[in-house]
């Protein structure tokens, strides 16, 4: 019997192409995942699936109001977009969405591979019942890789994944100039240079992102979301949440509660507007 952190992920399938195409791009992914294509792109009552894939050739009003709707009603099945036409607009429009993964067919081995990877390190973090950000984003262009600045920040790309991994624990930059055989300072001036603020402030910044992800999807107390993101000192959480958010812990799970309560059911008149112009837009 194959446990529940090895078996292979399972993807649910949305056809919402003209050409009814969808088949051949899960024969892709058929030899790594079990694969579920659903009937008359409707969601199955009570279905579940480590990630939905809505396959479009050229989105259009009905299909991305589709993708909407089944967002707001399993909103923890992420949620994977292919489509052929691609527009700037519309990978914008995606990632405000919050859709987990945007991809442009036809796909390529090495974007396969990739997609393949995160998607593996995600099922097994939610089948953990973890909560982490996964690094799915695409690979580098050569024409950067091969400029000397990007060269110069590779001695930082195994580090920037450890502080990724283990930012709510206690991180000693000095520890990690050693790893990176570096002294200090020169550690320090390249962090900056490299991620554009100062190693403290991205830390900070990856332990408040990780405690709004709480007060905004759980219930635990706003003492122990501290201690989860790594705070030691309840008083300074408090503190540096309000000067990085603007509001207290507390005033910011209120006004995440307010918003839910707020949203409406059917989708707003000026989403529908919204999704037309975007589709308008991919059609000039």
Known sequence: MTSNLTRRPSLLWFD???????????AQFE?????????????????QADMICIHFDRPDTPGLRLLLEIKRTTPSIPITMFTVQHSEELAVWAMRSS??????????????????????????????????????????????RLTSGHQKHQALSHIMLYIDQHFRDSIDQRDLAKRCGMTTFRFSRLFKEANGVGFTDYVL?????????????????????????????????????????NCTPSEYRLTCQLRAVAAQPALEDTTVEALESLVQSLGS
């Open 31 to 47: 030899g790594t995942c079990d694969c579920k294509l659903t009937k008359n792109s409707l969601l199955p009552h009570g279905e």
């Open 205 to 245: 910044d990856k332990r408040m992102n990780f405690a709004k992800q709480l007060l905004d999807n759980s219930q635990m107390p706003i003492t122990s979301i501290g201690y989860e993101a790594g705070f030691k000192d309840p008083s300074y959480f408090a503190r540096a949440f309000k000067q990085f958010v």
């Open 99 to 144: 859709v987990w993964e945007y991809m442009v067919l036809p796909l390529s081995a090495t974007e396969r591979k990739r997609y393949l990877l995160a998607l593996a390190q995600l099922c097994e973090l939610r089948r953990n019942g973890k909560t982490s950000l996964i690094d799915h984003s695409p690979t580098l262009p050569d024409s950067i």
């Open 16 to 26: 919402l192409t003209h050409d009814r195409s969808t088949k051949e791009l899960i």
